[in-house]
């Protein structure tokens, strides 16, 4: 059911006595921001337990820059219906900002419960959207989710720390769900998040080490895991040189070929956020499944005229890579590849 059919129906916006334009937003026919804070307040007001939710559209600036703002609207009403569809009885979900919503369901207190919803939220908005007829979209969101009255009395409280989660979500790929769990997320700083220019230098650092060589791309692979958060990375030398750091050592990822990366290179990098995106016979689509991946950024060893190989990172999981985190990336291949020239 939609939002104006269901605001017609429940006993509190009945009990408002506003028209639909003062609590529907225009663009995606879901409740506006100021109706769902005076809904979420209500329910705190009652002792009603209820569960809310940020949900960010991933990386919708690009989508608007590329197919421009129609479309993104387009986009916007379309997710929002998809996620009405999944929400049970006592859900609601509002418009709060250009690639935000919020979502408020009623009777949910406990860790269990909001995981199960948010995960058939997230796999329903993965599913592709048709664009007038033609186009088939596939967009991503990330979750932060917090519960009342486990994780706070008030609603900025709550807000605040579903924003938490949210922003732990953002910093493990994109393209999932966090439930504010106060042991994990409380100490949880915005600022915490270095600046590209730091992380760059910190990795340059890593070379002027007098170490062997090898020992110095070893670790400087193992810090832009540690940095960006994923399973690990790997270089894979045309001389038949590589050597892999994994997190944990929780899985081996084997050596490629040099043809399971050239039949996907158009440009000096690869991304892949979804193996399972790739074409089925892909080569490197059955690589990355052989070696538990579902995630990659492939990026060429290369300095002046000379081909070395390949920096490779990797993600057990789908992540959604950054524009900031290839630039990191293209950083250390830069730098792996001036140490490899001058040996």
């Known amino acids: 059911m939609n939002m104006q059919e269901k605001v017609k129906l429940d006993?509190?916006?009945k009990s408002l006595n506003l028209e639909?334009?003062?609590?529907?937003?225009?663009?995606?026919?879901?409740?506006?921001?100021t109706q769902m804070i005076s809904y979420a307040n209500y329910l705190i007001k009652n002792n009603t337990s209820f569960?809310?939710?940020?949900i960010n559209?991933?990386?919708?600036?690009?989508?608007?820059?590329?197919?421009?703002?129609?479309?993104?609207?387009?986009?916007?009403?379309?997710?929002?219906e998809q996620i009405s569809d999944v929400l049970p009885k006592d859900g609601y979900i509002g418009?709060?900002?250009?690639?935000?919503?919020?979502?408020?369901?009623?009777?949910?207190?406990?860790?269990?419960?909001?995981?199960?919803i948010y995960k058939t939220i997230i796999e329903?908005?993965?599913?592709?959207?048709?664009?007038?007829?033609v186009e088939n979209f596939s967009v991503t969101a990330t979750i932060g989710a917090s519960c009342f009255p486990k994780d706070g009395n008030g609603y900025e409280e709550l807000f605040l720390k579903a924003d938490k989660a949210l922003y732990r979500g953002k910093t493990k790929g994109r393209n999932c769900y966090i439930v504010y769990v106060d042991a994990k997320h409380s100490n949880l700083s915005y600022q915490t998040n270095v600046s590209l220019a730091r992380r760059m230098a910190r990795l340059k650092s890593i070379f002027s080490n007098k170490n062997d060589k090898y020992l110095n791309i070893y670790n400087s692979i193992a810090e832009i895991s540690k940095i960006m958060g994923i399973d690990g990375g790997m270089i894979y030398e045309f001389n038949d040189q590589s050597l892999s750091y994994v997190?944990?050592?929780?899985?081996?990822?084997?050596?490629?070929?040099q043809e399971v990366f050239e039949e996907n290179f158009k440009e000096d990098f690869i991304i892949v956020n979804d193996a399972s995106k790739l074409d089925s016979k892909s080569r490197l689509r059955f690589y990355i499944r052989e070696n538990n991946l579902k995630s990659m950024i492939i990026l060429r060893i290369k300095w002046q005229d000379t081909d070395f190989g390949y920096l490779v990172l990797f993600n057990e999981?789908?992540?959604?890579?950054?524009?900031?985190?290839?630039?990191?990336?293209?950083?250390?291949?830069?730098?792996i590849s001036f140490v490899l020239y001058m040996k």
């Open 95 to 116: 418009k709060i900002g250009g690639d935000e919503f919020l979502v408020i369901i009623e009777n949910v207190n406990n860790y269990d419960s909001e995981y199960q």
């Open 247 to 257: 997190k944990d050592n929780k899985f081996r990822v084997t050596k490629p070929s």
């Open 124 to 133: 329903t908005i993965r599913k592709p959207l048709l664009i007038d007829g």
């Open 11 to 13: 006993n509190y916006f």
């Open 20 to 33: 639909e334009d003062i609590i529907i937003d225009p663009t995606t026919k879901t409740i506006n921001k």
């Open 317 to 335: 999981q789908i992540r959604i890579w950054q524009e900031n985190e290839l630039a990191l990336g293209c950083c250390l291949a830069d730098l």
């Open 51 to 54: 569960t809310l939710a940020i």
């Open 57 to 80: 559209i991933d990386n919708f600036n690009d989508i608007d820059d590329k197919y421009g703002y129609l479309i993104g609207d387009k986009i916007l009403y379309l997710v929002a």
